[in-house]
Structures are given as C-alpha cells and as structure tokens.
C-alpha cells in the first residue's frame, strides 16, 4: 500500500481506476486473502526490527499509509499525511531558507496569514500580500518569490484564483507554488494538473467530512520535495494521529456522495439568499453575479459547499441570525455534514471582514429544511 510513484498504487486491482468516485472508495485498502477490508488503526510508536518500519515518527504507519494512498491517487502526486491542516503549512514554510520571498492572498485562511505574519516578524522571510483577483500582480510575483501561496477559493470571501495562468508564469527553479485545496477539495480542483509544485488540504474539513478529528494533507509530485516534507514531519513531530487517520479514511470513502448533496444544496440556498430582501449581498462562486464566476466556471468543477453572504443591518442583525437558527449549527469550521454559520468578523484577527457577514458551511441535510430554517432566522423583528 505504499505509494511509491506520483499517484500509483502498488495495488494492482486499482491500476484501471481513474475516477475520484471510485478510488475514494477503493484506494488504500489490503486485498490480500484474510485482510480487513478497511485498514486497523494501528497505535504503534515502534515495531519488531528488520523491515523498513522501525518507529512511525519516522517511516509511518500502514493508517497513515492508507490516507496518503486515497489522496495521493486523487490529486495525483505523492501524498504526506500531517497531525492538522496547519502542521502540513508548516511542513511546506518549513522548507524556506532565511530571506526568502513569501507571497500570500489579501483573503486568506487566519492560520495560514499567522504562520506567514510571525516568520516575517522574526526576519526569517518578507511577507507580501496580493489581492488573488489579481492575476496579473501574481505573475509578476511569481518571478523572484519562493514561495506563491494560493487559497482558491478564498475563506471566506470565495474569491476564485486564476491559478491555471498564474502556475505558467515563470518562477525560479527553487520556487514553490502552493494551492491550499481546502475549500475546493480534490473532486473540484487538481492543483498539480493545474501547474501548481504543492496542493494542501485541511483533512479536517471535507475530507473527514464529521468535524470529529484534525488532520492536513500536502501533495507533491517531486520525489525529493516529498522526501522533504516527511523530513519535516518527522523532526517536527507532526505526525498524525492513529485513530485520526482511521477516521480520515473512513470520512473519504463517502466524500464524493457528500459533496454532490451539499453542493447542490448550497446552490439552492445561495439562490433563495440572494433574492432575500434581508441580504445584502451572497458570494458564492456558482453565482453568476459572483466576481470570479467566470474563472470558476473554467477551472472548478463544482462551487463548493461555502457560502458567505451580508445581512442587511450591523454585527446584531447577523448574530441575531446565528443565534435563532435550530438545525444549522452555530459553530466554527466547515466541510462536514451538518451546516454550520458563523460571523466572521467577531473572530479576533477578523475585524477586517464585513461586521454582518456570515459563512454558511451548507451540510447534507434536507434542503427545504435548512431553508425553512434560515428564512426563520432571517425574520424581520
Ligand atoms: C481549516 C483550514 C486550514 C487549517 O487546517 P487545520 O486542520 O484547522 O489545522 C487551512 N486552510 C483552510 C482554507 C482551512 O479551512
């Protein structure tokens, strides 16, 4: 199950399957006669000698192996599996020498803006932010940065990089360009296909898909930047967990089915958002008033399960609205089955953000209802 080549498995029974559907379903598996159909969680720090695998901080588990197989046969690279999303960043930050150029978007995930903010403040980089509609500053960027930091789309104002063009332009050879898939996931957006050195995804959202564990993913196709990657893993500790990974593979093998149902549920609901007379304004990239609609429409194969929208009045009238609804969950985060919604701008480092708008993770459950639900919310008085 070890993935050795950029996305092959060493299992034969899946060298014909080409389809997301299908290798979420059936990559990182052990068909040997007698073997679970699911890989164990394996609690293991150290193992009998004489194999490769000697301690897991080092060489790994078969559940971690198991999640790095599924994610790197969908984004078709090498897959190295991290403790949470922010520990894969880390591991990719971590491989930039003193006085690099780090070049992130003006609407970019907080952790991601915290990590790039405090290397900068130390004087280990310099730090640039550009605004990710504007494809042009970032092909120019792209000529002496080290490191192009994509997030398409953008938490949580959606916007949809051009990361097509941007990945042509010309960097140096040492340069990494990362796209953080999060939002996106593997089944919208293939960031190497797309030209990109690194796709990162917060396995905690769409991937484990039940707000139940945190872990990150980053994918490669250079063998060395792997190698890399691992390096850093293993000399920062951020391995991930074993009942984590469990998890992450277990949320994998629905993750297509989940995404369709919450993806249409969400262009229903930013629909019906947009004509309320109590909404100011909804960003969703499936909308054809969104600003980038027309990138999306090229590069994503679908929107998205994320919708944020302005309620018509200050910071109460939203938070009135996070505080009345009954089956959307008022909670953090995003990716999962059930709904959540959340004022960004009351999270401390957010002020920056509209004070009424809402990001609306849109979940599984029966659209009418989640309607019926937010329109209550919405009411007037
Ligand atoms: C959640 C998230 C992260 C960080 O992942 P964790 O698993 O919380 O560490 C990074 N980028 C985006 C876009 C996210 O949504």
């Keep these: 199950m070890k993935n050795k080549d950029a996305g092959s498995s060493t299992d034969p029974s899946l060298s014909k399957i080409s389809s997301a559907e299908s290798l979420l379903v059936a990559a990182g598996r052990d068909r040997r006669p007698g073997a679970p159909l699911n890989q164990p969680p394996v609690p293991a720090s150290n193992f009998n000698l004489g194999t490769e695998r000697a301690y897991s901080r080092d060489d790994g588990t078969p559940t971690w192996e198991a999640l790095e197989e599924i994610v790197g046969l969908l984004e078709g690279g090498h897959t190295v599996a991290f403790s949470s999303g922010m520990a894969g960043v880390a591991a990719v930050f971590d491989q930039l020498r003193v006085g690099a150029q780090v070049v992130i978007p003006d609407d970019c ?47 949580p104002l959606l916007t949809v990089a051009d990361v097509r063009t941007i990945c042509s332009a010309a960097r140096k050879p040492s340069a990494l360009l990362a796209v953080d898939n999060t939002f996106a996931t593997s089944l919208n957006q293939r960031p190497l296909e797309l030209g990109a050195d690194v796709s990162f ?80 304004l909804v960003r969703y990239p499936g909308l054809s008033s969104h600003p980038t609609h027309s990138v999306a429409r090229e590069q994503l194969k679908g929107f998205g399960t994320i919708i944020s929208f302005d309620v018509r009045g200050e910071a109460a009238a939203a938070d009135k609205v996070c505080s009345r609804v009954r089956l959307i969950h008022h909670a953090t985060s995003l990716g999962a089955v059930e709904s959540t919604i959340e004022r960004r701008a009351g999270i401390p480092g957010q002020e920056h953000l509209p004070p009424s708008l809402l990001r609306l993770s849109v979940g599984i459950e029966n659209v009418e209802e989640l309607w019926v639900d937010l329109a209550a919310a919405l009411r007037d008085e």
């Excluded at 803006?113 to 970032?138: F, M, N, P, Y």
């Design 109 to 155: 995930y907080q952790g991601v803006v915290g990590l790039a903010e405090l290397g900068s403040q130390k004087g280990i980089w310099s730090l640039r932010r550009l605004a990710l509609d504007d494809t042009d500053g970032w092909v120019r960027a792209c000529a002496d940065a080290d490191l192009i930091w994509l997030e398409s789309p953008s938490n």
């Design 201 to 280: 995804q917060s396995a905690t959202k769409f991937i484990g898909g039940h707000s139940d564990l945190l872990a990150g993913v980053v994918t490669v196709r250079r063998d060395d930047l792997r190698a890399a990657l691992r390096r850093s893993r293993e000399l920062n500790g951020a391995t991930p967990g074993a009942l984590e990974s469990f998890l992450a593979v277990r949320g994998a093998r629905t993750m297509a089915l989940r995404l369709e149902r919450a993806q249409a549920n969400a262009m229903i609901l930013a629909e019906r958002l947009h004509a309320h007379p109590r909404v100011a």
